[in-house]
C-alpha cells in the first residue's frame, strides 16, 4: 500500500473532496483560478528512479531524481536485480519529493504517466506496479509511455519546435534517428546494429579502468571519456570509423569497441602495465574513440538528413535535428552535429544535459503531449504490461539503405 505524506493531500475528509472534485469540474481552483493539465511522470527503465511534475505549458513544478550510476559502477555494469532492488527501495520517497516540491495536491494531477517500454524488465515493473497503484488510490487517469518517444519529445518542452523534426537519440541502451511527424507519429530511418553508442563508451571506460581515475571515479563511462578525451591527442592512434561502406543509416559500435580494446591491450604491453592499471596513454585513447564515435554519428545522421528532403519529409532549408539522450549530452558530439547542420542548412537542438539523460520531466512532459493530442490515455488499467523490447514507429530502414545515397565528405575538426 502506498503511504503519501497528508501535506501532499491524498487523505482529504470525503466532504472536502468532494467539493474540491465539484470546483475542479469547472476548472476553478480556489488558489490559482484556472486549473492547468498537471501530469506526474515516473521513470524507472534503466538505473534512475525519476519522478516529476510539468504542467501543460512546460512548468516544472517539482522533480526528484535517485541515480544508480555510482553503484553500478562499482560491479562493473547494470546488474538487472540490484538496479530493481533500488527502484524499489527509492521509488516512493522520489515521488513524493517530486510531488511536495511541487506543492499541488496530487487531487490536482490530471493524470499519471510512466514508462512501459523499453528498458531493463525489473526495472519497468517496479515503476508500473507503483504507477497502478497510485493510479488505483488517486482515481487518476494512466498514460504508458514510450522511453524514446520522450526522449524525442523533450525538446518541445524546452524550445518551440514544430512538427516535422529529425531526431537522433544517442543513449547507453539506445541509438536511433527518426523522423518526428507527430506526438506519437514516428518513421524509423536507422538504429543500432548491435550496442548503443553509451554502451561502447561505458565498456571502454571499464577496459580502461576509469574509475580508478581521480578525476573520473564517480563519472558515467560516457562522462569519462568526454572529460579525459579534453587532455589527449586524438592523432596519437587511428581508427576507422564503423560500416564506412553500408549506405544507409544504420549504426555499429562493437567493431569500434572491440578494436579499441586491441589498442589498449597492444599500450598496456608497450608500457609494461596490467589490466586495472591506468594507462599513460588512457586519454589519448579516449580522444580518439569519442571523434571515431562522432564522425559516425555525424555521417549516419547526414544522410538521414539528405534522404529525408529528397523525399520532401522535412523542409529544405531550416528543417530541424534534434539530438537528445545521454550520449548527446557530450559536447564533442554536439559540436560535430553543428558542423553537419551548418553544412545542410539545417538547425541542431538539445535538450540541457540534464534533460538529456534519463529523468522523470521528459516523462511527465510526453503525458501532457499526448493528454493534449488525446493519445493513449487510460481510463481501464485492466491488463497493462511493460514490455522490454519495443521498436520506436514504422521501420523504413531499408528503404533508407535502397535509396544508397551518398554523402559528400565533412571535415569533422573540433
Ligand atoms: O539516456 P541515458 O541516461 O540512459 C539510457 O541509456 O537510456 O544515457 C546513459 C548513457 C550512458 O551510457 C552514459 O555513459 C552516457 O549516456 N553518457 C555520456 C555522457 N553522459 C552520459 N556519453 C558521452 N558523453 C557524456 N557526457
Ligand atoms: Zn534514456
New binding site residues.
Given amino acids: 500500500m502506498l503511504i503519501l505524506n497528508k501535506t501532499a493531500g491524498v487523505f482529504l475528509k470525503p466532504s472536502k473532496r468532494k467539493v474540491y472534485e465539484f470546483l475542479r469540474s469547472f476548472n476553478f481552483h480556489p488558489g490559482t483560478l484556472f486549473l492547468h493539465k498537471i501530469v506526474l511522470g515516473i521513470e524507472t527503465?534503466?538505473?534512475?528512479t525519476a519522478a516529476a511534475v510539468v504542467d501543460e505549458t512546460g512548468n516544472v513544478l517539482g522533480e526528484a531524481i535517485h541515480c544508480q550510476t555510482e553503484v553500478h559502477l562499482k560491479t562493473g555494469g547494470i546488474v538487472p536485480a540490484v538496479a530493481q532492488q533500488l527502484h524499489r527501495d527509492n521509488i516512493q520517497r522520489i515521488v513524493q519529493e517530486a510531488l511536495s516540491a511541487s506543492r499541488i495536491s496530487p487531487s490536482d494531477l490530471s493524470a499519471i504517466a510512466t514508462t512501459i517500454k523499453p528498458g531493463l524488465a525489473l526495472s519497468l515493473g517496479v515503476g508500473l506496479s507503483f504507477s497502478l497503484q497510485l493510479v488505483g488510490q488517486l482515481k487518476k487517469p494512466f498514460i504508458p509511455i514510450h522511453?524514446m518517444e520522450a526522449?524525442a519529445l523533450t525538446i518541445r518542452l524546452t524550445n518551440k519546435v514544430e512538427f516535422p523534426f529529425l531526431v537522433l537519440l544517442i543513449?547507453?541502451?539506445?541509438c536511433l534517428l527518426a523522423l518526428v511527424q507527430g506526438v506519437s507519429d514516428f518513421l524509423l530511418l536507422g538504429k543500432s546494429l548491435d550496442i548503443?553508442?553509451?554502451?561502447m563508451?561505458?565498456k571502454v571506460?571499464r577496459r580502461l579502468s576509469l574509475i580508478k581515475h581521480p578525476e573520473c571515479s564517480t563519472m558515467?563511462?560516457?562522462?569519462a571519456?568526454?572529460h579525459l578525451a579534453k587532455q589527449g591527442n586524438r592523432f596519437h592512434f587511428d581508427i576507422k570509423p564503423p560500416l564506412h561502406r553500408a549506405k544507409n543509416c544504420d549504426f555499429s559500435f562493437t567493431g569500434l569497441q572491440q578494436v579499441t580494446n586491441k589498442r589498449i591491450m597492444k599500450k598496456e604491453k608497450e608500457e609494461g602495465i596490467e589490466e586495472g592499471q591506468i594507462l599513460s596513454s588512457a586519454a589519448d585513447i579516449a580522444a580518439t574513440v569519442?571523434h571515431t564515435m562522432a564522425c559516425h554519428i555525424v555521417k549516419r545522421t547526414h544522410r538521414a538528413i539528405l534522404f529525408c528532403k529528397q523525399r520532401d519529409l522535412l523542409p529544405q532549408n531550416n528543417a530541424v535535428l534534434v539530438a537528445s539522450?545521454?550520449?548527446a549530452?557530450?559536447?564533442y558530439?554536439r559540436r560535430a552535429l553543428e558542423i553537419l547542420t551548418n553544412a545542410t542548412q539545417c538547425t541542431l537542438l538539445c535538450p540541457p544535459?540534464r534533460l538529456?539523460?534519463?529523468n522523470g520531466i521528459m516523462i511527465a512532459w510526453n503525458g501532457i503531449e499526448r493528454l493534449r493530442a488525446g493519445l493513449g490515455i487510460l481510463h481501464d488499467i485492466e491488463g497493462i504490461r511493460y514490455e522490454p523490447k519495443c521498436p520506436l514507429g514504422v521501420d523504413i530502414s531499408k528503404e533508407v539503405g535502397e535509396a544508397a545515397i551518398k554523402v559528400p565528405q565533412l571535415k569533422i575538426e573540433i
Fill in positions: 527503465s534503466c538505473d534512475d522511453h526522449h543513449s547507453g541502451g539506445h548503443a553508442p553509451g554502451d563508451l561505458d571506460a558515467s563511462g560516457g562522462k571519456i568526454e569519442q539522450g545521454g550520449v549530452s557530450n559536447f558530439v544535459p538529456c539523460t534519463d
